[in-house]
């Protein structure tokens, strides 16, 4: 079996003997090429290269960004081997993720452990067993994601952390949660909401404030702790939405409270939740923050999305 790694050399919890350590635990199992990022988007045109090289398994080690740029680089190849009646995870490369990154909400909700050595040993145990899974993946314009996006406040508060990031600061939950507090007293536009969401086939939904999508349930991870907006998100289903009216501090507090229970089922009247959605439109009367897979992507005023099913095999 040829495979490719993919390495950030900047992954957090991996130093450059662990990477090695990796390597040679790989090559026990396949024949493998190294390949490291140098700058934003490249592990995009490296991955791109790899399925486009005919190899048959993509290995990623770092982030929820990494594995984000790796899939859109394997989902815009051209395959060398396509053959008619082949979906896209049977012309694919296989994608196996060795968390790297201070969150890894992709790995773990894969069910990989939340530490690297571990999730490798998984990840090489499912490949002496043959042990896959195909999932599904969302699609906003022409960009994919794996978990989720989010238009408004949410991608706002990652924006924030970036900021933070680059000056120095470290990713903890600390950091996030106060990201957000300070985000939503001073930052957000709480009274005008001017998102609206489409849907073929169904009346607009206007007057929202700010929209998370999920493909997978957790919808995020602080510290161990899950945070499911959307609990029945899958996977193996289509998309799963979540939206907020006007962000009132009382209707906020209370959503964001179920979100984080153990049994978590946010409901009333300021919320709006969808499950299974195979398409829909996000539309806003002024630029909206926007994420990918934790990612800050800018702002939009318009987002177009589609479920993708059966998109990719994953080694877990």
Known sequence: MRAVLVVNPKATTTSERSRDVLVRALRSEVELSVRYTRRRGHAMDLAREAAEEGVDLVVTLGGD???????NGLMTAQSPTFRTGETTAERLPALATVPGGSTNVFARALGLPREWPDGTSMILEGLRLG???TIGLGRADDR?????????LDAAVIHRVEQSRRRGRVSTPGLYLRSAIGQYFV???RRHPTITLE???EPAESGLATVIVQNTAPWTYLGDREINPNPQ???DLRLDVLAMRQLRVASTTRTVTQAFSRAPDPRGRQVLRLHDVGEFTLLAGRPQAFQLDGDYLGE?????????????????
């Open 65 to 71: 960004g990494t594995v984000n740029e790796v899939v």
């Open 131 to 133: 042990r896959s899974r």
């Open 300 to 316: 939009r005023e318009i987002v177009r999305f589609a479920s993708v099913p059966a998109a990719l095999r994953v080694i877990c």
């Open 199 to 201: 849907r073929p086939g």
């Open 144 to 152: 994919y994601f794996t978990f989720c996006a989010g238009f408004g």
């Open 187 to 189: 930052g957000a536009d």
């Open 233 to 235: 998100a899958s996977f």
